[in-house]
Every structure is written in C-alpha cells, then in structure tokens.
C-alpha cells in the first residue's frame, strides 16, 4: 500500500484504471476527429459513481473530496482518456455549490452533476485579463430584485455541452479598484447569453468557446453565496481547478511514458532491445521520477484542501499544477523522442499529445503566474507588477 494512499485509494485507482482500459486513446481520438463527445464515458463513469465522489452523500455524491477526484481524473488519464469535463463541472462548480450555495441550488444542481445526467461550465478567463483575474471587467448590477450581467469570456471549456456556466463577474464598485468577485449560475439558453466556438490547433472531443453576456437577466438566486464573500468562493473553486489539471497532467505524462517504456523493452535495432541503452532509458527513468514527485505534491494539496486548509491548499495547488506540467510535457517529448519516426505516426498516439501536454504549462494559470504566486506568498519577495 502507498503511504501516501489508503487501501481505499489504492481500490478506486485498480476500478477506474479497469474502466478507463475499456475506452483508451482511440475512444478519444475518434470522437475528437467526428466532433463528438466522450458521452459512453461520462455515462459509465457516472453510473459508478465516480463523477460525484467528491460531492456530499446526501445529495447524492461519494461523500469523499479532491483526493479521491483526481484519482480519477488521473487513472483516465493514465488510459488515455481523460475526461476534461471533470475539471471544470463536479471539482471547480460543483464544489462552490457544496460549500457556498443555497439549500436550493444544491438540491438543484448537486445530484445531476453527481449522477453525471447534469454538467456545468466555469467562465472566468476574459481576452483582455488573461491570468490577471483582477483585471475581469465582466459586471453585474443589481436591477431590482434581479441581477443583469455584461461582458465576454474565453477559453470556457465544453460550454455547447453544459446546462449552465459558472460566471466569474464584478460587482460595479469593483470599477473602483475595489476587487469583489461574484460568481452566478447562468443556463445555457439564457437570453442574452451567446457562444461562439474557438478554431483550436489542438484537437479534443470538449470545445473551446468565446462567451458574450449581453445584458443576461437573471434572478436573484443565480448568485451563488455571499455577494460579499465572492474572492473567498473564487479561490474554493480554483484550487481544485490547480489539484485536477496537475491530475490531468500526471495522467497524460503516466499514458505517455507507458507507450514508451513498452516501445523501448520491445524494440530491437542491434543485440539488445533499445531499453538496455542508458541514453534511451535515463531519460525515461528521469521523466518517471518527476511524475512520482510531482503526484506527491497533488497529494498533498488534495489533503490540505480536504482537511479545510485552503490556503496552504492554495501554496500547494499551485505547486502541484506547475510540477505536474513540466513532467507532463518532459514525458511526452522523451517519449515521442523514444519512438523515433514511429513517435509522430497516427499508430502510436503519441503525436497528438505533443500539443496537448503544453495545456497543463498554460491552463487554468500560466508556469510563470505560478512562480510569481510563489516568489511573493512563499519566499516573500516584492512584486513587480
């Protein structure tokens, strides 16, 4: 048994990995060629209970947390299958929904997104903010007892597929200087509320859309929580955005490092497979090193954040999301590089992930967002911005 897992951990990795082997690469790689989504997937997944088993028991979750979550979201990952959905809907909106919202909204929204028969979207990133959430001109206004929503998102992942979106927006005293983050449920047929699809180089089954919010009216009870405690919720809901894209990471980095190692016992060029080289298999051993480290650091995050710790989840999920993402895109090359020639052929999958590992250095947060986080809240230097 890991040390840093229990038999129960250990039991959930060996059920989803058998899942997730059913499905593989190809599963995803197809639908990403026919447009179409990982609907077998999600549906099995959720059938035993995997989507939710973050989510409370009594709205009918697994009653567990992020650690449990991004073993999942990994060992599909491992599989080659990663659902992308699973980072935004039960792990960033879900979990604001168990911590922050109404009694109606959770009996609302919190069984379907457990049972997998509702998702949801997240829409924080703006094209003009970036990774400076400050920087979010997205206003809502009280409008009698309704709120009235104005502004663009991009980059909102699977939103064609989502019932609503979680909407990061501003009070309008924030225009100010005065940070005061809401966040809103907004359906998706909501008037006023649009998308538009991204032309992405990288091909995945879940799409990238530009939101515009034209004056979208919603009730009173689409806000979520305390109109006053909104940068408290938001940062409920990024740090497990940290810890499963780190698990997205890790997964992909496992996926690709197995295909390689499997490559490397089997290939045979001279006497000897071309494992037996220390130039082929250093590098792979590194590459496997920095996944264990970085998985030790997810872990951890995953811990503090369940424990309640959220800001040493916060230092931790930041370090897990960057550690994760530099192993990731290291494990691909050197796979990729393993397989020679056969590395960037359509039979061996691998290809692919040569743009799709550099997600997890950019999204939801760039390395070097990461590193200023870092540099100021860790070793207490100055900002310079």
Request: contains cysteine; glycine residues 10%; proline residues 4%.
């Amino acid at each position: 048994m890991s040390p840093t897992e229990t038999e129960e951990h250990q039991a959930l990795r060996a059920a989803v990995a058998a899942l997730g082997q059913r499905y593989g690469r190809d599963y995803l790689a197809r639908l990403a060629r026919e447009g179409g989504h990982p609907d077998e997937l999600w549906a099995d997944a959720a059938k035993l209970g995997y989507l939710g088993v973050n989510l409370p028991e009594e709205y009918g979750g697994g009653g567990g947390g992020i650690a449990e979550l991004s073993i999942v979201l990994e060992e599909l990952g491992a599989a080659g299958c990663p659902l992308l959905m699973m980072v935004v809907s039960p792990a960033i909106c879900g979990t604001v929904i168990a911590r922050f919202g109404t009694e109606a909204q959770k009996r609302a929204w919190l069984p379907g997104l457990a049972d997998g028969s509702r998702t949801m979207a997240f829409g924080i990133t703006e094209p003009d903010a970036g990774s400076n959430s400050h920087r979010i001109t997205t206003t809502a206004r009280r409008d009698g007892d309704a709120w009235v929503l104005t502004g663009r998102k991009v980059f909102i992942s699977g939103v064609d597929i989502a019932d609503a979106t979680l909407i990061v927006g501003r009070t309008e005293d924030a225009r100010t200087g005065r940070l005061k983050p809401c966040l809103f449920i907004v359906p998706r047929e909501t008037p006023g509320f649009s998308r538009s699809v991204i032309d992405m180089e990288l091909q995945a089954a879940e799409k990238q859309f530009e939101l515009v919010l034209d004056e979208v009216r919603l009730p009173a009870e689409a806000l979520v929580g305390d109109e006053d405690a909104g940068l408290l919720q938001l940062f409920a809901g990024l740090n497990p955005e940290r810890i499963m894209t780190a698990a997205f990471a890790i997964g992909m980095g496992r996926y690709a490092l197995a295909k390689a190692v499997d490559y490397a016992r089997t290939r045979q060029v001279w006497n000897e497979p071309i494992g037996a080289h220390q130039a082929v298999a250093h590098p792979l051993a590194a590459a496997h090193i920095e996944l264990e480290l970085a998985r030790l650091m997810m872990q951890k995050a995953a811990r503090l954040y369940d424990a309640g710790d959220d800001m040493g989840a916060g230092e931790a999920a930041n370090m897990a999301k960057y550690a994760a993402g530099e192993a990731c895109v290291r494990a691909v090359d050197q796979a990729v590089h393993t397989l020679g020639g056969n590395g960037l052929t359509r039979e061996y999958g691998l290809a692919s992930l040569i743009t799709a590992a550099r997600v997890a250095r950019i999204a939801p947060v760039s390395r070097e967002m990461i590193l200023n986080f870092v540099s100021h809240q860790t070793l207490g230097l100055p900002k310079s911005y």
